[in-house]
């Protein structure tokens, strides 16, 4: 049986104009929450593809428990769809905690480039100016966390090695200091050091292109992305 | 095995660390594509990655002889 909290709760200070208030106080983070439900449009984001093979690279929302940006690629190598948050609204910043959070399940573990999380707006996301990303390069199934702040790009050792169309879940905890801890399936993996995190903003941002020729299928489940204000 | 890339004058270079234990090592390279390439190939198993050495323990300074006292 769950606590009851009948009179709420609260996690403000004495003086708050919350502080009657029997709910958690949202304004303490910053939250980006999409459980895709609804497809990502191009009002809200900007969606890069590429569709040279037979077919159209795109992102849909099937029907399917959970909510999933299903991602279906033309049939040519290279072809496929990004798509990144419209504007730059998350800087990770010194003495600020920041969590995010991730499930996806890819068609092709090998043959393809995908990547999920913050980067600088770039229609190549893969090689923006700054990235706070997991991603996987095609020719191998090897998932690596990358923290490039502009001035020295850093990869964590392999995180897992994926299997295709098979979910896994990532996640990334800055303490917002120099460390990264990088999780699979809610379990520690490694903890990057020495890390300065990128200085300016960047946007949510995920996408899947083949590495190979063949249409195919990725399936982004959730991502979530939170840090302290 | 964590990489950190980034340039030095002219050349790119790969940091390359392993636990608290052990001593990071640096390799260079000429381009960035180059050093990418090696950053890649390294985490799929395809080039030998660097064993790195443990650090040496600091060692504890000996206690210096207490002095014989003549009687």
Redesign the interface.
Known sequence: MPTHFSSGVSNVVTGNPLYELGVLDPTKYHTYWDDFDTTPIAAQWTLTATSAGSGTSAITVPDADGGIARVTTAANENDGIYAEWISETFKLESGKKTWMKCRLSVGDAVQSDWLIGLHSTDTTPHDATMRYIFES?D??A?V?FNNDND????????LVTLTDDTFVTLAAYYDGGTSIQLFVDDALV?T???ITVPAAEMAVGFGYINGAAGAETADFDYIYVIKER | MQTNLTKVGDKWAVEVIGGPDDETLVKTFSGREEAATWIRAAGKGEVEVPVLKPKKASRAKPQSKAKSVKP
């Not at chain 1, 001035?151 to 392999?158: A, L, N, P, V, Y």
């Open positions: 390069v020719g191998s090897n690596y001035t020295t790009d850093s990869d964590s050792s392999t490694t990057m050091t020495g």
